[in-house]
């Protein structure tokens, strides 16, 4: 099983890919899933969220969950 | 309460009144704001000559949605109608309707002002410009 990891905007562009597939094992918190798809730290401004909730970094994922990063939001 | 993200151009004045018409017919209602924001042409001192504006399917509705239920409990406001435009958009195209409902003026004004703000600060949405010189993301929205 796996997690379903997301980018949107210019995290999107900088990791070059919208989706990845991550292998759960080993998989605790958001913060986890990071290091599985990146060699950087986390920036301080990038947002999480876990199956479509906001999420703080040290949240526990599991087994099929879907996480998102993006960078502060833009819209209105 | 309705709450959508819109690929295509929308007309925000026709919206209301349609959504007045169907979803409010009877006299409970004595009082709407309205607040329309569109695309300017200038930005942190550039002219700006379209914009890509990018949402989370399936979060950023749901996330809406959550702000307009805590708008109606916190205001006791009657109904909303919240649109929001994504693609590609150029100067003077609407991005933005939230329209509010309400037996009295104070709770309409303050809900709607509020939905906008938590809208701008939490929605998961992103502008992307073209400027002469080519793109780039937003880093951060006005404020106010």
Request: glycine share 6%; with cysteine; net charge negative.
């Given at each position: 099983?796996?997690?379903?990891?997301?980018?949107?905007?210019?995290?999107?562009?900088?990791?070059?890919?919208?989706?990845?597939?991550?292998?759960?094992?080993?998989i605790?918190?958001?913060?986890?899933?990071w290091?599985?798809?990146?060699?950087?730290?986390?920036?301080e401004?990038?947002?999480?969220?876990?199956?479509?909730?906001?999420?703080?970094?040290?949240?526990?994922?599991?087994?099929?969950?879907?996480?998102?990063?993006?960078?502060?939001?833009t819209?209105? | 309460m309705?709450?959508?993200?819109?690929?295509?151009?929308?007309?925000?004045?026709?919206?209301?009144a349609?959504?007045?018409a169907?979803?409010?017919?009877?006299?409970?209602?004595?009082?709407?704001?309205?607040?329309?924001?569109?695309?300017?042409?200038?930005?942190?001192?550039?002219?700006?000559?379209?914009?890509q504006?990018?949402?989370?399917?399936?979060?950023?509705?749901?996330?809406l949605?959550?702000?307009?239920?805590?708008?109606?409990?916190t205001?006791?406001?009657?109904?909303?109608?919240?649109?929001?435009?994504?693609?590609?958009?150029?100067?003077?195209?609407d991005i933005?309707?939230v329209?509010?409902?309400?037996?009295?003026?104070?709770?309409?004004?303050d809900?709607?002002?509020?939905?906008?703000?938590?809208?701008?600060?939490?929605?998961p949405?992103?502008k992307?410009?073209?400027?002469?010189?080519?793109?780039?993301?937003?880093?951060?929205?006005t404020?106010?």
């Amino acid at each position: 099983m796996s997690i379903n990891v997301r980018f949107f905007a210019s995290l999107r562009e900088r990791v070059g890919s919208a989706t990845l597939l991550v292998e759960a094992e080993g998989i605790r918190t958001a913060r986890d899933v990071w290091a599985a798809v990146s060699d950087q730290p986390v920036d301080e401004d990038v947002l999480v969220a876990i199956n479509k909730d906001y999420a703080a970094l040290d949240r526990p994922v599991a087994d099929g969950d879907e996480v998102a990063f993006f960078p502060p939001v833009t819209g209105g | 309460m309705h709450v959508d993200i819109r690929p295509e151009p929308f007309d925000p004045w026709q919206e209301v009144a349609a959504y007045r018409a169907v979803q409010l017919a009877g006299g409970a209602i004595g009082a709407c704001a309205v607040f329309v924001g569109t695309m300017r042409d200038f930005n942190e001192g550039d002219s700006v000559q379209a914009m890509q504006l990018e949402h989370y399917p399936g979060m950023t509705e749901k996330h809406l949605a959550a702000l307009v239920e805590q708008a109606i409990t916190t205001h006791e406001l009657s109904d909303a109608l919240v649109l929001h435009r994504v693609g590609k958009l150029t100067p003077g195209a609407d991005i933005v309707l939230v329209a509010t409902f309400s037996a009295h003026r104070k709770t309409a004004f303050d809900a709607c002002r509020e939905i906008m703000e938590a809208l701008k600060s939490s929605a998961p949405l992103w502008k992307k410009e073209t400027l002469a010189s080519g793109e780039r993301w937003v880093a951060e929205n006005t404020p106010g």
